[in-house]
């Protein structure tokens, strides 16, 4: 393992992920930075993939589509789709040494769009995530204040979503802590510490999760959780395992490929991609673990509950803290979310350098007025999924309330289509090689030839195939 010790401080240190302007802007162009070595990599990289997307996104929509056989989808595509795009997007952004949305533009002009089609990505998810790191707040918040009783109890979570205000606040709050730390630069401190929290907040998964499985009827929950019935099995079920591993390692949405354009030509990526998906999947997987039985144990084994959707994980922990009494559950209850924020902030911070970058770099703006711009349209866009549980939650449609329908849109449209299109570029325009021989650099490609097959023909066709038949079922072309 490369020597991450020893750091040139003369240059900005890419686990900082420094945007860098790279056309004409009035922006100061900095120095581009790099990560000190591969474990830098791979940490900064797994910093922006853990997230809420792990914690809160994941256990939901496990619970919404089968338990089991969501989890048997979702491991096979991210070892086979996540694997093929995550190397692909991190050799793309090595080698033009670029953001993503001129990486494409670099290798082909025609194909400018897509890296415009990803930076919209970024831009449609940070607000929405917001709301959801403002839920964090506020139950992070009612512990610190002694209120865990009230929040296990039943209506807590649907009357705060429901009032306008109080949604209004904790979302705004969780903007302006994003933005001012992004504004004054002060990132390096939250990765410093996310080096400690992180794996603090693994600890206390584990130590969660194996205190609910002692209790009566978890065993339940924990074999709807893994054993797949396939009977369950749809092509939304693939569908919404797709848009999660998407979302969950940042693909799709040129994340990585900004990431792979601070990475050393030294560095092996194909093992740095196998380390980013083990630590993203486990996580994933550990925290569906905890709230899926758990949420199995407070509905007396009624898998009913666990069409609970986004407000899962805000129903079924509370009810676990509070068996550990006003004292011991207060204190378990604010460590957890403070966590949790701490996870969601990291995350939410690299969303705003991204979309930071993407104004800079379009608009000729400086950072400093970027970020303002980032800040404020964020403010604007986050009010609407915000007040969706409220007085907008008669917009809606099928069911959907605007918050699942942005998640929708970027996660099982946009995503998809962004992923069927690199697929295709690199596969069919820039060819293979020029990706696999950007691995190569230094040493073997083991699964070069696996890479080669999934880019060229399984990828794009899957995605192709999953994305029209859902669009076919959504327009009642047949119902699936
Ligand atoms: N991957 C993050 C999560 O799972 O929560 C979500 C995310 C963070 C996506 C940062 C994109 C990003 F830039």
């Known amino acids: 393992m490369e020597d991450n010790s020893v750091r040139d401080t003369s240059e900005p240190q890419g686990d900082q992920v420094e945007q860098t302007s790279q056309t004409q802007t009035n922006a100061p162009v900095k120095k581009r930075g790099s990560f000190t070595g591969k474990i830098g990599f791979v940490l900064a990289a797994a910093g922006s993939a853990v997230g809420l997307g792990n914690i809160w996104r994941f256990p939901y929509l496990a619970a919404k589509y089968g338990g089991g056989i969501f989890i048997l989808t979702y491991v096979v595509l991210a070892v086979t789709f996540g694997f093929a795009l995550m190397i692909a997007e991190i050799?793309?952004?090595?080698?033009?040494?670029?953001?993503?949305?001129?990486?494409?533009?670099?290798?082909?002009?025609?194909?400018?769009?897509?890296?415009?089609?990803?930076?919209?990505?970024?831009?449609?998810i940070l607000p929405y995530y917001s709301v959801i790191g403002g839920w964090v707040g506020k139950y992070f918040f009612t512990y610190l204040t002694g209120g865990g009783a009230s929040a296990a109890g039943d209506k807590f979570f649907d009357s705060f979503i429901a009032s306008p205000w109080q949604s209004l606040l904790f979302f705004a709050i969780f903007v302006t802590i994003v933005f001012v730390i992004v504004l004054f630069g002060v990132e390096k401190g939250i990765e410093k510490s996310s080096k400690f929290?992180?794996?603090?907040?693994?600890?206390?998964?584990?130590?969660?999760?194996?205190?609910?499985?002692?209790?009566?009827?978890?065993?339940?929950?924990?074999?709807?959780?893994?054993?797949?019935?396939?009977?369950?099995?749809?092509?939304?079920?693939?569908?919404?395992?797709?848009?999660?591993?998407?979302?969950?390692?940042?693909?799709?949405?040129?994340?990585?490929?900004?990431?792979?354009?601070?990475?050393?030509?030294?560095?092996?990526?194909?093992?740095?991609?196998?380390?980013?998906?083990?630590?993203?999947?486990?996580?994933?997987?550990?925290?569906?673990?905890?709230?899926?039985?758990?949420?199995?144990?407070?509905?007396?084994?009624?898998?009913?509950?666990?069409?609970?959707?986004?407000?899962?994980?805000?129903?079924?922990?509370?009810?676990?803290?509070?068996?550990?009494?006003p004292v011991g559950g207060g204190i378990l209850g604010a460590l957890f979310f403070a966590l949790v924020l701490f996870a969601a902030l990291t995350s939410a911070i690299s969303l705003m350098e991204t979309v930071i970058s993407i104004i800079m770099d379009k608009f000729s703006l400086s950072r400093r007025k970027s970020c303002v711009v980032a800040y404020v349209g964020t403010l604007v866009l986050g009010i609407f999924p915000a007040l969706g549980f409220g007085v907008l939650s008669k917009v809606s449609i099928s069911g959907k309330t605007i918050l699942d329908m942005v998640d929708f849109l970027s996660n099982s449209v946009l995503m998809p289509i962004a992923a069927f299109l690199t697929c295709v570029f690199i596969g069919y325009v820039i060819k293979c090689r020029t990706i696999t021989d950007e691995i190569e650099l230094n040493g073997r490609f083991a699964m070069k030839k696996f890479f080669n097959v999934m880019i060229k023909y399984v990828c794009p066709i899957g995605i192709a195939a999953i994305l029209i038949t859902s669009i076919l079922d959504a327009v009642g072309v047949f119902a699936l």
């Not at 670029?98 to 990803?118: P, R």
């Open 91 to 124: 050799a793309l952004g090595r080698k033009t040494g670029v953001s993503a949305i001129n990486a494409f533009k670099k290798l082909n002009k025609k194909w400018a769009f897509l890296g415009v089609l990803c930076a919209v990505i970024p831009i449609l």
């Open 197 to 325: 929290l992180m794996p603090a907040l693994v600890l206390l998964t584990i130590g969660v999760t194996i205190y609910t499985l002692t209790m009566p009827d978890s065993w339940e929950g924990v074999k709807y959780y893994l054993l797949p019935d396939f009977k369950k099995f749809s092509v939304k079920t693939v569908l919404g395992a797709l848009g999660q591993l998407f979302y969950s390692m940042s693909l799709a949405m040129g994340i990585m490929i900004t990431y792979g354009s601070y990475m050393k030509k030294e560095n092996k990526i194909e093992s740095s991609v196998h380390q980013i998906e083990i630590f993203d999947t486990g996580i994933a997987l550990l925290a569906g673990l905890m709230i899926v039985p758990a949420a199995f144990v407070f509905s007396g084994g009624n898998p009913e509950t666990l069409g609970q959707g986004p407000g899962l994980m805000f129903v079924a922990l509370p009810k676990v803290f509070e068996t550990f009494g």
